[in-house]
Structure formats: C-alpha cells, structure tokens
C-alpha cells in the first residue's frame, strides 16, 4: 500500500453522507462531497459585472478524476457550477462553486 492509496482510505470515511459529507450528482454521477455555501470561498477577485452565489465543495479525486469549469453540481435539487480549483491534494479536489449568475445592473 502506498502513502497515497492510505491517505485516501484514511479520508474516505469523513466524506461520506452519514459524517460530514452530502449526497450530490456530480454530472450526472452519484457522488458524496463535503459543501459549504460561503460568502466568497475563492480569494481571486471576482467579475464586477456579475453577482452570483458562491459555495465551495471538498470532493474525492476517486470520485471526480478531473474537474472541468462549469461541470454541474446538484445538491439537494438545487445545480451549482464549478468555477475554479481553489487548490488540491493528493486525494481530493477544493472546487469553487457559483449558482444564479447574474449580471450587476
């Protein structure tokens, strides 16, 4: 067994429904991740021509080989966006989510 394969199996379990994670498609797929809905989860300036909600979900790389911009999320009925990585490990993904783009008038 490697450092990495035993990272995963040792951070699985915290991201199942039944501890901190929720139940979630992930294009499509059934899928569990650790959401967080945030004010501004990303510290890269946004558009100032657009206003939209931000959240940011901790996901397994096992789960979600290789996140795309604008690959959908759905969470209780309700479809994110991704947006950006906010950063990785070995073993999972940090993505940025937005919902309900809107343009500032």
């Known amino acids: 067994m490697t450092l990495a394969s035993q990272l995963a199996e040792d951070l699985a379990p915290a991201f ?3 501890m901190l994670g929720r139940d979630l498609f992930y294009n499509g797929e059934p ?3 650790i959401f967080s809905e945030l004010a501004n989860p990303d510290p890269r300036p946004r558009s100032a ?3 939209a909600a931000t959240s940011v979900l901790r996901i397994m790389k096992s789960a979600v080989p290789s996140p795309k911009y604008r690959d959908t999320v759905e969470i209780d009925g309700v ?3 991704v947006i950006s990585v906010i950063s990785s490990t070995r ?3 940090k993505l940025s989510l ?3 783009r809107r ?3």
């Open 98 to 100: 937005e919902r309900d």
């Open 16 to 18: 199942q429904a039944d």
């Open 91 to 93: 073993t999972a993904w």
């Open 31 to 33: 899928a569990t991740g």
């Open 79 to 81: 479809t994110w966006r």
């Open 49 to 51: 021509d657009s206003m």
């Open 103 to 105: 343009p500032v008038i």
